[in-house]
């Protein structure tokens, strides 16, 4: 059979740079095609954190870690619902993803306790997930690897068994191996709703962190299913905390002056635990909703302290929780203010002894300056004593990574539905469904997933096109 190349990739973001340049150092003849108009996918937009244990970054802060630690970890997170074979090999793998990112001319000033873990492994690149996807599209063309953009992959080319190539805009190409790397399906309503539907119940205000990187659609959870791949990993992914007070905003990080209540009147979480819970933990309430309650004093001087919003040292800072953008809203009535406690239960439908019991033992520990039941840490602790006061609904309505899509092994092969490999089929990044499980792990699971793991499939494809004839 004739080849136009060794190995197609689908997908030019972090997890499909990363692939291609692995495959083309293993002798590999490889071609990038890219439905956007630019290389960088989602990686480009995200804040650059890469999720990883028993770095050089890490040694050098004097932080203890292994990938054993980060595997157990993982795991009983998840509770053992999710698969070990595949969570191990990325706790092992990971920390050569910095290694390499370093080589590449990455830098990290910062390791953070990106998820509810003890030991810090979310390693922040300087210049975001911008200056990875700058560092990897400028070692792409430094290589010289081929990339076409603008160019969307209709259908994958099945003979015997094998998967040999692609149909894209009215042509075929033929390879030995196919790589897909496109990403989640964030931007699809269609696809939110079979996949996501714990995300997809609230509606309108649903949107993805990736809405600037266009086509993450779910073309390649498409496209393997169309040849039989299986899709695993339901109504998984990360969903982040939102008041939704200014339109496609992300925000992952709730402010910790905020007293956090349920519809039943009751707290059920730190205000600030980490995006890698919250979202999860706010959706499982009643209605799938919370209210996040202040007064006026507090709303005047908590809202000036910005630092809880940039936990990751990128220079972001909120916007949602300014003072006068809550204020615009109180005035519309989207936002809900009262001049006493009893009134805003009553706005809200909340018990008022419970709401008041609830406050009564907040305000008691903010004096003692001790979160005595939900131990949030707070640089102040705010009590909540003079109206009027404020209620701003909050849900985990903003999809952070989409967490259900194909199945592979640990070398990387796309498996069918009887969980078989296919050949020649690989993938790696958020297209994937295995990696994840029921929560997310701590920021820098998506990019370290996407270059991870997209490492691992370069290097297995270019092994498989070695072994076929030309």
Known sequence: MEYDYDIIIIGGGGGGMTAALFAHAAGAKVMILEADKKLGG????????????????????????????????IMTLNAWQ??????????????????????????????????????????????AGAEIARLLSEAVGGQGIETVLA?????????????????????????????????GFGNSPGMRAKY??????????????????????????????AVGAAVTGHDTGLMLPSAALIPNAVEAFLPPWTMLVNDEGRRFMPENSPYAVSGYLINEQTRSHAWAIFDEKTMIEGSQDKRFSDPYHTGAESQTWDEALIRKHAATGK???????????????????????????????AHAGQDSEWQKVSPKYFPLENGPF????????????????????????????HGRPLPGLYAAGEVLGCVQGKRYSGGGMGVGNALTFGRLAGEEAAKYAASKAS
């Open 42 to 73: 989602a990686t480009q937009y995200s804040e650059g954190v890469v999720y990883a244990a028993g770095t050089s970054v890490q040694r050098a802060q004097g932080i203890e870690d292994s990938a054993q630690a980060m595997f157990d970890y």
């Open 82 to 127: 999710t698969r070990p074979d595949i969570i191990r090999l990325f706790a092992e793998r990971s920390a050569m993803t910095i290694e390499w990112l370093i080589s590449l001319g990455a830098k990290y000033e910062w390791v953070v306790k990106s998820g509810v873990d003890t030991v810090p492994r979310g390693h922040c690149t300087v210049g």
């Open 151 to 183: 160019t969307r992959v209709d259908s994958l080319i099945e003979e015997n068994g094998a998967i040999v190539g692609v149909r894209a805009s009215g042509a075929e190409l033929r390879s030995k191996a196919v790589i897909i790397t496109t990403g």
């Open 196 to 225: 996501f539907p714990s995300v997809a119940q609230h509606g309108d205000i649903v949107y993805a962190v990736h809405n600037f990187a266009p086509f993450i659609l779910g073309d390649g959870i498409k496209l393997g299913e």
């Open 335 to 365: 936002i809900k203010t009262a001049p006493t406690l009893e009134a805003l239960a009553d706005q809200l439908n909340i018990d008022r002894f419970a709401l008041a019991e609830t406050m009564r033992r907040y305000n008691e520990d």
């Open 390 to 417: 404020y209620a701003v609904e909050v849900r985990a309505s903003v999809i952070g990574q989409t967490s259900a899509g194909l199945d592979i092994d640990t070398q990387g092969r796309v498996r069918d539905i």
